[in-house]
């Protein structure tokens, strides 16, 4: 799951430009800003840019199809897409010829499908056309059926979506229809817990003021409400359904586009224009709730994944990439390099059968009929037979067990129960088969927080009120075994904070802070209550635009201070069983800028108090006086920071009447100003919010999800590095970041503008600034957000700018004590500056070529600068924002990444790395669907990655080094044999030898290794990450191994073969064997031997199973050796079976069995010295550098630098970051509390058509 961007309620705060109101007119009954002042969106911009060409009118598809764009030369086609999804590769007609077109860009499959070409011309065939046809076939087959598996899943999945059920506007009623009849300019109705079908216009909806809740839950995988509301004009004109079959109004906008929390557009409607903005929009993924029912219209559609999709959230989930492993990318070059190889060695081949042809015709000039073409065709003739004959060293083989191999590894991923999550019943799933080895390379894991790191469940954990800490009471002394609220018929019997004494406190009423602090906590916030359940009227439902406040609204709530209800200027409050009505006389809400949310209220006894909460770092500084509870509270809000909790400060003030009426009216001023209204508030709401008296701090805690440090902990020395991509605020993202240890207190950790002068300084100190002893022996990390990242990075720059800026005038205004964080900043960055000899003057200015330039090498500086660090954190990034900071990572390191994720906005990212992990939770699957492994937990990628990752990395790097071995072992005897036969190209072993000897007689043990093959136990790699790096440094198979492997084959054929040869050659009588057959079964049977001793020293995880492939390869051997060399088949075929009883004939002689042991054991006694000796003398001469360097310190002391945003390094405040802008404006108009003259509930009535309803009424289809 992600965190995204997106505000409860959208800002439109933007400043206002003259000249244009006679085009876009500011329309008093039509308000659609949510923000906290109101302001509208300005389209200055919309003539001069080109990108507002979208152009939708309702209810006209005649009009929508008229459309048409360019895709080629004269092709055009319509503009609009249906919402028909297709994310399949393959359908029925395209599969055979794409999927064979995909296999062929192999490079091995291509040089296999030249040499059977090759093989089925006679003249220059050597092996039979069946030896290499039939395990291409399969091998194809085999691919082919694994990715039309894969395939027809996705074929499955688009299916169920297109076939959801949704209501359009059919004429003059709703009809029901699915998703993929929809088009752009249909009017749909949905109704409560319905699915957006994609980008709409909301027009009017049931809710007063046409609002809209909505959960985005399968977007962003937040579980807090989202509001979106309707134009004015359409809620009051669009209230009945004949009206919306009449709507004709066109809505001109930008393009498609990716960025999901943008949108610019206008409504054009009986000759007056309305602007339009993402307050407006209803985007598809997102689940209606608290609405009973809601129309919109279709703006943005989607279509096919090749022609391209247009709604936002499919233009965030990125295009399927083609995923190829690191060994397989090798594997390419290499089957290049083999192919080179094996041709230079045919042409000297050819060249010595040309020298030995023409020497012989000169001899024997009496036999020049049996050469009747010339000596340059016949070398021609020879050059391909040898080709044929040595294609073999590139084994068909190795690929086809390759599959099984991987099939395997995948398989023993599924069923391992150790990563079985049980509360949701999700096993381990491995949905891709050609990654394993990937999972044991990987250095940097890119995460997501929320739903990834997080349970993204926020729990009321401990208080202190007047200097005292509340925790929860422990299991073993005062907690009671039954629900200690049971008294409260309003509590809800979920909150899991039991304290006796304070809630001892709280029942006798006797301590006036006490009654404070839960008095403020109920009443000082902007949670809605819903309609309560009609069988449980006493049971409250909350809607909050904060996780964090409904979390302090349910705890006061269970203590006894119960919010009831609210109207537009009161708060009803159940004050332990008596019900009291405050009076609201101001909200002053939460923005970033403040921190702080305050709540000026008259009580029922008539005198004035404001509420209010927020940082630590803003409310201390207001504070009346600072004593000794003050300090106490200090203490305790660092106690709290050290166990990550999220802490809030609470505070309050008595107000007098005459400080009131004259505040009130600046207050008033202040709001009717045109001009710097939002400076003007923030000032006004600066003087009251002085002299607070504080009540205490609340600590809440964003559960992490089990293990997830201990998890970080070992994948970091895995040598891992762990980057977090989140759209959340960035003082949230810290303080999970220090909650899950991935972050530490002795890390430095740069903001901004530290990274731009570190970067703008990177190329002035020939580039190695980075490289510096002082920067590489602290400990540094890297937190940053995507506006920053924007301008920075120019491969980020490619995707279009919003076409409307943001300007946030609140942050215009600098709150009391910006001067001195200012300060602060200014010192901590000349320290920083000598620390790391910067300068501290910025570089001068350049024109705009060498700035591009510069910008392109800043980039590359960024990622440098970034993978020195120990940990990042990028907040505020959107989900195309992810998936690039994943690319500009591979594009520059050419590392192995992984991204795991759990929601819709993690899809992108999960594509584009090299491994993609979707967690399997209650927010949806659409990251599981686009995963290549699938974990129900965070904790369980330990276990992924540093065992099964690890030990199928090891496996096939070991199955790759032997494979090639045993064939340059067996296959490089041709060519010897090839210089004592004239060059002719005559194979030297027998045929069924050379069909049998990949299949049956040495495949066992080497497929046992792909499979089986265990360096350590699992508990060992989960004791010692650190045997992690060997898959990182890529030290199991590399070119360094491959030439290895190639030479100990070679000298292998060579021992082998010459010593064959040499005993050979002066014996004579029965026990000779130096006639071809006898020759070829002691050279093939030396040759099996002693791959055979090879694969008994390389095997480290020895079981029945390993003995009995080993036995049974060798029994292979001699039972099909046995038959094929039998008299009865001879007698059926000669030519086919010409090797009549030789091998019984060598076998029958104890001198020639002298010789294969005598060849075997030349082949195995000095790798095994080599292999026992050379590890000895490496750890020895470790052990020796290790005395001589002595103890060292890793991290060295630096000097400390003052940190800017927290008054205290150790005391975080994240709550007032991660509370979003809530509803006090709706509240306060009374937007959110009336209902207007829209469209009423008595449309649901009217929206089907009545033969539609019995189909309506169907059960709902699950997610």
């Not at 001892?504 to 209550?529: K, P, Q, S, Y």
């Amino acid at each position: 799951m992600g965190d995204s961007p997106g505000r409860g309620a959208p800002e439109r705060r933007h400043k206002a430009q003259p000249g244009r109101a006679r085009k876009y007119e500011w329309r008093p009954e039509g308000p659609t800003s949510m923000g906290s002042l109101g302001q509208r969106e300005d389209l200055q911009d919309e003539d001069r840019n080109s990108a507002f060409t979208w152009k939708v009118q309702a209810n006209n598809r005649a009009y929508n199809g008229q459309f048409k764009e360019k895709v080629i030369l004269c092709w055009q086609r319509k503009k609009y897409k249906t919402n028909v999804i297709r994310t399949a590769k393959y359908n029925f007609y395209s599969f055979l010829p794409l999927n064979l077109y995909e296999q062929f860009h192999r490079v091995s499959n291509l040089f296999f499908l030249i040499i059977i070409i090759l093989q089925s011309i006679p003249d220059i065939s050597t092996l039979p056309w069946f030896s290499l046809s039939t395990p291409m076939v399969c091998l194809l087959f085999i691919r082919a059926t694994r990715d039309l598996v894969d395939d027809m899943g996705r074929h499955k999945s688009d299916r169920a979506i297109n076939n959801r059920p949704c209501q359009i506007l059919m004429g003059k009623s709703f009809k029901q229809k699915k998703w993929q009849d929809l088009c752009v300019g249909d009017v749909v109705c949905l109704r409560k817990d319905n699915i957006v079908p994609a980008d709409m216009l909301l027009l009017a909806s049931t809710e007063p003021s046409s609002l809209c809740y909505v959960e985005t839950v399968d977007i962003d995988g937040e579980t807090n409400l989202k509001f979106r509301q309707a134009l004015m004009v359409t809620h009051k004109e669009l209230a009945t359904i004949k009206k919306m079959a009449s709507f004709q109004g066109t809505v001109t906008c930008e393009a498609p586009n990716s960025r999901m929390h943008h949108f610019v557009g206008c409504l054009e409607w009986n000759d007056k224009k309305y602007s339009l903005d993402i307050g407006n929009l209803l985007l598809r993924g997102c689940r209606i709730r608290n609405t009973d029912t809601c129309y919109g219209l279709v703006i943005y559609a989607d279509g096919y994944m090749f022609v391209g999709f247009d709604t936002k959230i499919m233009k965030n989930c990125g295009k399927i990439h083609l995923k190829r492993t690191k060994l397989d990318l090798l594997m390419n070059k290499l089957v290049v390099v083999i192919f080179i190889s094996v041709v230079l060695v045919c042409l000297v081949l050819a060249f010595g059968f040309g020298f030995s042809v023409k020497e012989f015709k000169d001899h024997h000039y009496y036999l020049s009929g049996v050469h009747g073409s010339s000596v340059a065709a016949e070398s021609f003739f020879v050059f391909w037979s040898f080709l044929i004959l040595l294609s073999v060293t590139i084994p068909m083989s190795m690929f086809i067990l390759s599959e099984f191999i991987y099939l395997g590894n995948s398989v023993f991923i599924d069923w391992d129960v150790q990563m079985y999550y049980k509360p949701q019943d999700v096993p381990a799933k491995a949905r891709s088969t050609s990654l394993n080895d990937h999972l044991g390379q990987v250095e940097y894991i890119f995460s997501d927080k929320t739903g990834t790191l997080t349970q993204n469940i926020l729990t009321f954990n401990k208080c202190c009120i007047s200097g005292r800490v509340y925790g929860p009471d422990s299991e073993a002394t005062t907690r009671p075994k039954e629900n200690p609220y049971l008294w409260n018929k309003f509590a809800d019997g979920k909150l899991l904070f039991h304290n006796a004494a304070l809630l001892h406190l709280v029942r006798t009423n006797g301590d006036e802070a006490v009654r404070e602090f839960w008095r403020l906590l109920a009443i000082c916030h902007t949670v809605m209550v819903r309609e309560s359940p009609r069988e449980r009227p006493d049971q409250l439902l909350y809607q909050a635009a904060s996780p964090d406040e409904g979390a302090l609204v349910t705890a006061a709530r269970n203590f006894g201070y119960v919010f009831l209800s609210r109207t537009q200027d009161t708060v009803t409050i159940m004050e332990l069983g008596e019900e009291r009505v405050y009076q609201v006389l101001a909200i002053m809400d939460f923005n970033s800028t403040r921190k702080r949310m305050s709540v000026l209220v008259r009580k029922p006894e008539g005198a004035i108090c404001l509420y209010t909460k927020g940082a630590d770092t803003v409310i201390f500084e207001r504070l009346h006086r600072r004593g000794a509870m003050e300090f106490a509270t200090e203490e305790a809000l660092a106690a709290f920071a050290q166990e990550t909790l999220r802490t809030l400060c609470l505070a309050y003030r008595e107000v007098a009447e005459d400080i009131y009426e004259d505040w009130q009216q600046r207050h008033q001023e202040a709001s009717l100003l045109l001009q710097n209204r939002a400076q003007a508030l923030q000032q006004v709401y600066n003087e009251m919010e002085q002299d607070l008296r504080l009540l205490g701090a609340t600590a809440i805690e964003d559960r992490l999800q089990d293990g997830v440090p201990e998890t970080i902990k070992c994948l970091k020395k895995s040598n891992i590095k762990i980057w977090v991509l989140t759209g959340d605020k960035q003082e949230t993202a810290v303080n999970i970041g220090f909650a899950c240890e991935l972050l530490s207190e002795n890390m430095l950790i740069l903001e901004e503008k530290e990274i731009s002068r570190i970067l703008e300084t990177y190329w002035e100190n020939s580039n190695n600034l980075l490289t510096r002893e002082s920067l590489s022996q602290v400990k540094l990390a890297l937190v940053i957000n995507g506006d920053f990242l924007d301008k920075l990075l120019v491969s980020l720059r490619k995707e279009p700018r919003a076409l409307a800026q943001n300007v946030n005038m609140d942050e215009a205004w600098q709150e009391l004590g910006q001067s001195r964080r200012d300060f602060l900043y200014a010192r901590r960055l000349s320290l920083l500056c000598r620390r790391f000899g910067l300068p501290l003057a910025a570089p001068p200015a350049q024109d705009s070529r060498a700035r591009r330039s510069s910008e392109v090498l800043q980039e590359r500086a960024f990622v440098d600068l970034a993978s020195k660090c120990q940990a990042v954190i990028c907040c505020r990034v959107t989900p195309k924002q992810k998936a690039l900071i994943v690319a500009l990572v591979k594009k520059y390191h050419q590392v192995v990444t992984l991204a795991i994720g759990d929601g819709a906005n993690d899809i992108n990212m999960i594509k584009t790395a090299d491994v993609g992990v979707g967690l399997a939770g209650q927010e949806g699957m659409q990251a599981v669907q686009n995963s290549d492994f699938v974990l129900g937990q965070f904790c369980f990628l330990q276990r992924l990655l540093l065992v099964h990752g690890r030990w199928s990395y090891v496996r096939i790097c070991k199955f790759l080094r032997y494979f090639f071995y045993k064939s340059m072992a067996s296959m490089m005897v041709q060519v010897w044999f090839a210089c004592y036969n004239g060059f002719t190209g005559q194979p030297l072993y027998e045929g069924w030898f050379l069909a049998l000897f990949n299949l049956l007689y040495s495949t066992l043990p080497v497929l046992y290794i792909g499979l089986f093959e265990q360096d350590v136990s699992a508990e060992q790699s989960l004791e010692k990450p650190e045997l992690y790096v060997v898959g990182q440094k890529d030290e199991l198979f590399n070119y360094w191994v491959f030439v290895q492997a190639i030479a100990h084959g070679v000298t292998t054929s060579l021992v082998n073969f010459f010593m064959t040869l040499w005993i050979s050659r002066d014996t004579a009588g029965p026990a000779s064997f130096s006639d071809h057959q006898s020759f070829a079964v002691v050279v093939a049977l030396s040759c099996l031997l002693s791959i055979t001793m090879e694969v008994i020293l390389i095997i480290k995880y020895w079981t029945a199973l390993c003995v009995a492939t080993i036995l049974l390869s060798l029994g292979f051997y001699a039972i099909m050796t046995t038959t094929t060399q039998s008299f009865w088949l001879f007698r059926v075929s000669p030519t086919t079976f010409p090797f009549l009883y030789a091998d019984l004939s060598v076998m029958s002689s104890p001198s020639i069995l002298l010789v294969v042991l005598l060849s075997v054991s030349i082949n195995t006694f000095p790798v095994l010295a080599l292999r026992v000796i050379f590890p000895a003398l490496k750890e020895l001469r470790a052990k020796e550098e290790k005395v001589e360097e002595g103890p060292s310190e890793e991290i060295f002391t630096m000097e400390p630098l003052p940190h800017v945003h927290r008054e205290s390094r150790a005391r975080r405040s994240s709550y007032a970051f991660s509370h979003r802008e809530g509803y006090a404006n709706l509240i306060t108009q009374g937007t959110i509390l009336r209902r207007g003259p829209g469209v009423s509930s008595d449309i649901a009535s009217e929206s089907l058509d009545p033969s539609d309803e019995e189909a309506a009424s169907s059960p709902k289809e699950s997610q």
